[in-house]
């Protein structure tokens, strides 16, 4: 409940405050930080697997879609090249993926998730499950299907954005 002046009437600064009224500039650095905590949520939960920010993603992907090369796995996750690179290569090592040449061309590597890597898949659903109903709690069914509507919505229009940069170019 607000805060009540002495005539008994909500007072202004309480109303504006219960009521989220915000700008178009507070979303840039309240989707900023909302990412950083679900990413930060994420990695805690992991870190008994072995698994470090953003490795989930790269095992997820490779779940779905078996023997990628590094770069097409960089596009799909939205990060660049090198970035992948070094990923890869700390995943190697951890034992979670293994790079093979390409059957049909030897100048191709492409990245497989070894077995350790395909068990670390339920533990990351499960982890990304209790982070998303953790982040939603109090949320409505029909809030959540708004919410993500809405993030794809902004997803889209700054991949469009950036793919019209590309064409001037």
Excluded: W
């Excluded at 905590?37 to 490779?62: C, N, P």
């Amino acid at each position: 409940m607000g805060k009540k002046n002495k005539d008994g009437k909500k007072s202004k600064s309480a109303k504006k405050k219960d009521h989220g009224e915000y700008s178009l500039a507070d979303l840039s650095p309240a989707l900023t930080q909302a990412a950083r905590s679900m990413r930060t949520a994420v990695s805690r939960s992991l870190t008994e697997s072995g698994l470090y920010a953003g490795q989930d993603g790269v095992i997820l992907a490779l779940a779905s879609e078996d023997g990628l090369p590094a770069g097409a796995l960089a596009q799909k996750l939205g990060v660049k090249a090198p970035t992948m690179t070094r990923t890869i290569g700390r995943m190697e090592a951890q034992g979670f993926v293994e790079r093979r040449a390409d059957a049909e061309d030897a100048r191709l590597t492409k990245v497989y998730l070894t077995q350790t890597g395909r068990n670390s898949v339920a533990q990351i659903e499960t982890s990304a499950t209790a982070c998303d109903a953790l982040a939603t709690k109090g949320f409505s069914d029909k809030d959540i299907r708004s919410l993500v509507k809405l993030l794809r919505a902004i997803d889209n229009n700054l991949l469009g954005a950036d793919l019209m940069e590309e064409d001037e170019s």
